[in-house]
């Protein structure tokens, strides 16, 4: 629609200085009827006013109206809906005519719309999937369609018919332009009969249809020229001339008046449109006096542009709201597009998405158009995001019932396992077991509704039978693991009150003897093993540095302890000590080149950058790999301590 508005504003503007006379563009019937009737059905051409009083139309028309019109005569049903549209049809085809056979069109598939969504609503109560729903075939629908296309061919056929009458009036008219002229050519012979013989032509011109709106400007434009050129060159008296000018004059004076009014018309369309008849008005108005010709006219088109700028920016603002639009359309269609179907792997996540894919849809709604360009593209991209998604949906449904049958299958033979070894004695191998159990039903999904609680309360069953049985066999050693904390804490008590006064190399070895009371009292309770250790090697640290033993050393009589501590705490020590020499070793490989990279590093460092101010620079490259081969050879000790462990 704003095309068919710009080439009009484009056309008002355009004016031809032709004495006292403007000419304004209009536009073609193919854009006027694309934005009436929404359709481009013709190539009719129609004459500014045609063009501004469609539009008008379409404006300022509210749906709600078009509605009533249609209420008022009694319809109601679809099939009410048809019969009078068959009745309006075969009507003669007017505006009135049109907007009835919108009002009905938008009845029919707002009944349609709210018997759908009843049919979806029944089928969703009786069990069926929304997305599942395919509305019944609308008989009534087909007959809409053909009467609307039997409408169309109608329209088509009439503005043949009215090409055919503007080729008519073209002839009539150009005829008129040739009596005109000769009329002028003759040079004030008879003037009288010139001038009654132009004042009928001129009659007949007025009475004349419209003619194809490419020729308007044109043929008008020759029209006035000759028009000019029979006052200016046919002698007539000059009281004949001057009464003519005088009464041309007040009727413009009056158009003007009624142009600048037009500026508190609320209404830009509508002032608009009448500002298009005013024109139209204008120009089958005679010639004025040639000294007030520029200044009626200036005035006149000074009120124009007043209400073609308001129509302008009114349309402009408009554009701009449909480009506002089509920027949250453009995003609502690009969140649907980039939906990650490989994270939804559940029915909630499923569920979730749908709501999110629903709300979008709700969004949509309440955007306004886009720019006519892009409008059908951009929904036609929105739709086809929403069918890939209620398609995978569909999809992800379908194949969910088998998976929830192979998942009841797997959980079923996990509960037999796991039955199977309630009763078992060999607590460690057993435990493992039924933790593995445990990890594997966590990663199988759901299962079939009606059996999820009675299979879970049978796998937990199998599990708590033997782990009761374990508690049981075990709580007897809680009270040695008590025992063994006080010795241990005992321990601690003795090296925080070790005597001082003890020489070094006799207090080293006690020291040591403490710990290895310490690492064979035995267990204690899980929760406080750590906490002890802890506290064991701050009072030994506490000795240690009075007597300042090295701190490697130290490092390396904690981790031995550490190793016996694991190596005697159950069957799984062994892979456990495997793994930290694995640890160790690759630790050991990284130090390893670490102190090939800064003994690199140093051998780039010229002379000449050491008498600069390397030195600093090498000295601390130094230290580093010192303090890399120190620990490089406490690694090697603690593999050692661990291979000696392990037996090896």
């Known amino acids: 629609m704003n095309e068919v508005i710009d080439e009009v504003v484009g056309g008002v503007d355009n004016v031809v200085d032709s004495v006292d006379e403007v000419v304004a563009g209009v536009d073609s019937v193919d854009e006027v009827v694309d934005v009436a009737d929404k359709v481009v059905d013709s190539v009719d051409k129609v004459n500014v006013v045609d063009v501004i009083g469609d539009v008008a139309d379409v404006e300022t028309q509210e749906p709600q109206v078009e509605i009533e019109v249609v209420a008022e005569k009694g319809a109601k049903t679809k099939q009410e809906l048809i019969d009078r549209l068959s009745e309006v049809v075969a009507l003669p085809v007017d505006e009135a005519v049109k907007a009835e056979i919108d009002a009905i069109k938008q009845n029919f598939y707002k009944l349609k719309r709210t018997e759908t969504e009843a049919a979806k609503k029944a089928f969703v109560e009786a069990g069926g999937l929304e997305e599942e729903f395919m509305p019944e075939t609308d008989a009534l629908e087909e007959d809409l369609k053909r009467l609307l296309a039997d409408f169309r061919e109608k329209k088509a056929a009439l503005s043949a018919e009215k090409e055919k009458e503007q080729t008519e009036n073209l002839k009539k008219k150009q005829a008129i332009i040739l009596q005109i002229k000769a009329l002028a050519d003759t040079n004030g012979e008879d003037f009288q009969k010139s001038y009654d013989t132009y004042k009928q032509l001129q009659k007949e011109w007025k009475a004349i249809g419209q003619v194809s709106q490419t020729l308007v400007n044109d043929l008008w434009k020759e029209y006035h020229h000759d028009c000019e050129r029979f006052y200016d060159l ?63 006219w200036t005035r006149f088109k000074a009120a124009s542009s007043v209400i073609n700028k308001k129509h302008q920016e009114h349309f402009d603002a408009l554009k701009e709201k449909e480009e506002a639009n089509l920027v949250a359309k453009t995003a609502l269609y690009e969140v649907l597009e980039a939906i990650d179907y490989s994270k939804l792997t559940n029915a909630k996540e499923w569920d979730e998405q749908n709501k999110q894919v629903l709300e979008l849809q709700a969004q949509w709604k309440t955007i306004g158009f886009a720019p006519k360009k892009d409008n059908v593209k951009i929904f036609a991209r929105f739709r086809a995001a929403c069918d890939t998604f209620f398609q995978a949906k569909s999809d992800f449904y379908k194949g969910l019932k088998s998976d929830l049958d192979s998942n009841l299958s797997k959980k079923q033979r996990l509960c037999e396992q796991a039955e199977a070894l309630k009763d078992s004695e060999d607590w460690k191998v057993t435990t493992d077991k039924l933790i593995a159990f445990q990890k594997e039903w966590k990663t199988i999904g759901q299962v079939p509704r009606r059996h999820s609680d009675a299979v879970w309360k049978r796998f937990v069953a199998a599990c708590d039978a033997f782990f009761e049985r374990k508690k049981s066999q075990f709580s007897s050693r809680k009270s040695e693991e008590t025992e063994n904390l006080q010795k241990k804490k005992d321990i601690i008590e003795q090296v925080k009150n070790f005597d001082t006064a003890i020489p070094a190399d006799q207090a080293i070895p006690m020291l ?22 802890d506290e064991f090697n701050a009072v030994m640290d506490v000795q240690f540095d009075r007597l300042k033993v090295a701190n490697t050393e130290r490092r390396l009589q904690n981790f031995q302890t550490s190793v016996k501590e694991v190596n005697n705490s159950d069957e799984k020590s062994k892979p456990r000590l495997l793994d930290e020499r694995d640890r160790l070793l690759r630790q050991h490989e990284r130090l390893r080149n670490d102190i090939q990279t800064y003994e690199n590093n140093i051998g780039f460092l010229t002379v000449s950058s050491k ?33 000696d462990g392990l037996g090896f």
Request: charged share 40%.
């Open 611 to 643: 008498s600069k101010g390397g030195n600093g620079l090498v000295k601390d490259l130094q230290r580093k790999i010192d303090d890399l081969k120190a620990e490089l050879v406490l690694l090697e000790k603690k593999v050692q301590v661990i291979d």
């Open 512 to 533: 040591k003897e403490f710990r290895t009371q310490f690492n064979a009292a035995g267990h204690v309770p899980f929760r406080e093993k750590d906490k002890i250790h």
């Open 234 to 296: 046919v002698k007539i008296n000059n009281e004949m001339r001057d009464y003519d000018f005088k009464k041309n004059l007040e009727l413009k004076v009056t158009l003007c008046e009624a142009g600048e009014r037009l500026d508190a018309e609320q209404d830009v369309i509508s002032a608009f449109y009448q500002l298009q008849k005013l024109h139209d008005e204008w120009r089958e108005i005679g010639p004025v006096a040639r000294e007030v010709r520029e200044e009626i």
